[in-house]
């Protein structure tokens, strides 16, 4: 079974602090990761997509992936209380699979 | 209004009974798909289709069926609806011309069986 792990949480975090939020995947010819951002009853909308080693950053948010240790993480610079949700990370695995395989998500919750 | 719409977005029915999701977008995509989310489960792929000839199933389909009437509609039933089938259902499209696997997701439909 390909997998996508993540740590359910909750992650709890000050505001202003950095959030790093991390994921695993079992398949080592998966080509695509993207992170997602789910508030409560609400349906996921995208964070960030990462398709190559090493780090992407956009405002806040950086992705880093290596492929080598199947992992690939988020970082929330700056977390506002708004950053609080739950956090998907989503990976196109190889072997011509079709759609995105999703982990369980982690919650993360942002202190004021 | 929303690019990837879903009806009905809530639904309350019981064992026994056919139930229709329809999902209907704007975005001009090729790739539709069906998902289920169930609390600590994440999300799991029922079926999806990469176009109006083309339909295939994901990994939980046993119980599911769906219908691509057009380009821009993809409807998902449940032929006998079960209380285990109740959950957040997602419709969700992704871009064949762009090579992104990125998903565009509706607004979701909960579905409660009793």
């Known amino acids: 079974q390909k997998e996508v792990e993540q740590n359910s949480g909750p992650l709890s975090v000050p505001e202003g602090a950095i959030a790093s939020l991390n994921c695993t995947y079992s398949?080592?010819?998966?080509?695509?990761f993207f992170w997602y951002r789910q508030y409560s009853g609400k349906s996921p909308e995208l964070i960030m997509s990462?398709?190559?080693?090493g780090d992407k950053e956009d405002g806040r948010f950086t992705a880093q992936l290596n492929k080598a240790s199947q992992y690939v993480s988020l970082l929330i610079r700056d977390s506002q209380p708004s950053d609080s949700a739950t956090y998907l990370c989503?990976?196109?695995?190889?072997?011509?699979?079709?759609?995105?395989?999703f982990g369980k998500g982690t919650h993360l919750i942002i202190q004021p | 209004d929303a690019d990837v719409t879903q009806t009905p977005r809530n639904r309350i029915t019981k064992t026994g009974k056919r139930i229709m999701l329809e999902c209907s977008q704007t975005?001009?995509?090729?790739?539709m798909y069906w998902y289920r989310q169930d609390p600590g489960l994440g999300l799991r792929l029922i079926y999806y289709?990469?176009?109006?000839?083309?339909?295939n199933k994901g990994e939980i389909s046993d119980g599911y069926s769906v219908s691509r009437q057009a380009q821009a509609k993809f409807s998902l039933s449940l032929e006998s609806a079960i209380p285990n089938q109740t959950a957040l259902y997602f419709c969700?499209?992704?871009?064949?011309?762009?090579?992104?696997?990125?998903?565009?997701f509706g607004e979701g439909s909960r579905l409660t069986v009793l």
């Open positions: 990462i398709y190559s080693n």
């Open positions: 989503a990976v196109k695995l190889g072997g011509g699979a079709d759609g995105l395989t």
């Open positions: 398949d080592r010819g998966s080509q695509s």
């Open positions: 975005k001009g995509h090729d790739r």
């Open positions: 969700a499209t992704s871009d064949l011309g762009t090579g992104s696997e990125e998903l565009f």
């Open positions: 289709s990469f176009d109006v000839k083309d339909i």
